[in-house]
Structure formats: C-alpha cells, structure tokens
C-alpha cells in the first residue's frame, strides 16, 4: 500500500506568501481514491468528502460514507486553517487529511484546498463590490 505524504505549503499561489510549517504526518492511502491530488480549479471545500474520487476502502474493500474526524479550526497570522481526517466508516482506515485555508490578501479573499481525495483548488474573490480584475480601461 502507497502511503504518499504532502506538505500543506507544497501547494502554491502566485498572490500568496506561503509559509513552511510542519503538518503532522497522517498516512493517507492512495489505493482508496482513483487519482490521487486532483486538480478540482477553483472548488474549494471546507468541509465534505468528494465521493466520486473515493474508488472503495482498500483494506476492508468497501464503497460506503466517511466519516469525518479530528476537525481542528486554528488562526495563523490572519490565516484560517481548517483540517480534518478522511475515514472509511466500516473500519476506521485513514483515506485521507483535507486541509482548507481561508485569509485575505489585500482587496481578495482567498481560498485553497489540500486533499488526496479532494483534491487542490484555489480561488480568489474580491472584497469589493465592483471586482478590480473585472473592471475594464475607458482609455
């Protein structure tokens, strides 16, 4: 069985300042998911599972509900970082460790996902009424 790890800062944005800090080593199980870290754009999930990508628990060969364990909502430096564990619901095998990160940057919101079963996202959104990036030049 592959037990891949993944640093959360290994993902990166253009916009945003990622910092190094270390991610407590969960073993995640790249046999219960059909592709492992897929690239989900802008789809971001604080919370949930993305059972399309879940191929069936790979040690007790069941396709079923996760369950959703050891939630922790921590606030670095104006950062909101949300993590939780992927669990198969029959026998407590660890799928995967999701992580959602929420802060903002200037005049943007931005948001990233971490998940072997979820996937990476990314997604800014202005704070403005009138987005900046949307505005054309009257020139």
Known sequence: MRQPYLSSREVSSSRKRWRAFPVPRVAMCGDCVEKEYPNRGNT??????FL???TGCAVCSKRDFMLITNKSLKEEDGEEIVTYDHLCKNCH?????????????????????????????????????????QMTLLF
Do not use: W
């Not at 971001?44 to 599972?49: D, P, Q």
């Not at 943007?108 to 959104?125: N, P, S, V």
């Open 44 to 49: 971001c999930l604080e919370n949930g599972s």
């Open 52 to 54: 399309l990508n879940f």
């Open 93 to 133: 095998h660890v799928i995967a460790r999701h992580e959602y990160t929420f802060s903002i940057m200037d005049e943007f919101q931005e948001y990233t996902m971490l998940c072997l079963l979820c996937g990476k996202a990314e997604d800014t959104i202005s704070i403005l009424p009138d987005d900046p990036r």
